[in-house]
């Protein structure tokens, strides 16, 4: 424990010489978030006051859909979204006329939304409360058919303003990258067989991969848990919701992202390639995540968000912080608390098997 213990503070040391990185992180987490809060703000912010938004729908008679409409169309009315029913419409020929912005049709068990490229706001903005209220209706339908439906509980699922969905988003990005941290250790370690050192010391694999492991998780949570997080919220309109979820999920994320990270530095003995191939992990999971563009509002489909880790702390977090509790947060907790297992032991074996680490 000791030798741990003696570990910890030298790589400590060595990261806190990096000052460079310490400062930049910050800095650039709050650049991104404006500059993308700014980009968005119009698909975002508008959602909350959506003018001259017509939705033409057709309801077919053995639709599963038709026990909810009156609540469906109250709630689209509630949002500024004006709805006109058809028997037979023909949608496209009703969107190009001007005569509606959106068209909906409900059969039996699902539904097919019509739009037009100049009106994907609108377009996006009506298949996200559809989604919501199809999932509501799961969940209420899934239960005993003598307890199935308290129609007044059909409620669509708030959106977040721009600020606040990139000022957590973008806390969780850079936190995923927090790895970054251990390059000036891996570099140095290598160019001075460190590690052959630890070796011919005693040094478990266990004691030397921890010791890493821990170091960096210690400077992700003091600089991008609370230093990042205090700054996003004290500079933009972020609200985090239940503090204790908030915080908490981050807590998690820095885990399970560090023992992510470092299978790539165990893996090569390249500094370089190891960040390239894990900036380029960490870009798809962002992409399909709602990390660049939101994952309210992105064509990416839900099977291949689902392969995203961040997509399930992204969403657990930003519905956390506008509606107070989310349905992803279990997923969520399994999901990092499986990748930090798996990683870690994956880590373990890989310091055992190699000299230099």
């Not at 650039?28 to 700014?38: I, K, Q, R, S, Y």
């Not at 519905?319 to 990683?343: D, H």
Request: glycine letters at 6%; charged letters at 20%.
């Amino acid at each position: 424990m000791n030798k741990l213990y003696v570990m910890i503070k030298n790589y400590l040391k060595l990261i806190f010489r990096n000052k460079v990185m310490i400062i930049v992180v910050p800095i650039a987490t709050v650049l991104v978030v404006a500059a993308l809060a700014n980009a968005f703000h119009t698909l975002l912010d508008t959602n909350e006051d959506v003018s001259d938004f017509k939705m033409g729908y057709e309801m077919a008679d053995d639709s599963k859909y038709a026990f909810v409409e009156k609540i469906m169309m109250d709630s689209f009315e509630e949002q500024g979204v004006e709805t006109v029913e058809y028997e037979k419409g023909d949608p496209e020929a009703l969107i190009s006329q001007g005569d509606i912005d959106v068209f909906v049709v409900f059969n039996k068990d699902s539904y097919h939304i019509y739009g037009d490229e100049k009106k994907e706001l609108q377009t996006r903005i009506v298949q996200y409360v559809l989604f919501n209220v199809d999932k509501r209706m799961d969940t209420m339908f899934a239960g005993d058919s003598a307890n199935k439906v308290k129609t007044s509980s059909l409620e669509t699922i708030k959106t977040s303003e721009a600020e606040n969905y990139y000022g957590i988003i973008e806390i969780v990005y850079f936190l995923s990258l927090c790895t970054v941290f251990l390059s000036f250790i891996f570099q140095t370690e290598r160019q001075s067989s460190i590690g052959i050192r630890f070796r011919v010391g005693n040094a478990g694999s266990f004691t030397r991969y921890m010791s890493k492991f821990i170091s960096c998780l210690i400077i992700a949570l003091i600089i991008q848990v609370v230093l990042v997080s205090v700054l996003v919220l004290s500079l933009f309109d972020v609200t985090m919701g239940n503090p204790v979820v908030f915080f908490g999920i981050l807590a998690l994320s820095a885990v399970a992202f560090t023992a992510y990270g470092m299978v790539f530095f165990l893996l090569f003995n390249n500094i370089a390639v190891s960040i390239g191939l894990l900036f380029m992990t960490l870009w798809f999971a962002g992409f399909v995540g709602g990390t660049f563009e939101t994952y309210m509002y992105t064509a990416v489909t839900e099977p291949i968000r689902r392969l995203s880790p961040l997509y399930y702390v992204n969403r657990t977090l930003v519905e956390t912080s506008v509606n107070g509790s989310s349905s992803y947060l279990g997923s969520c907790i399994v999901v990092l608390s499986v990748m930090t297992v798996v990683c870690m032991l994956l880590g373990i074996f890989i310091t055992s098997r190699k000299k230099e680490v």
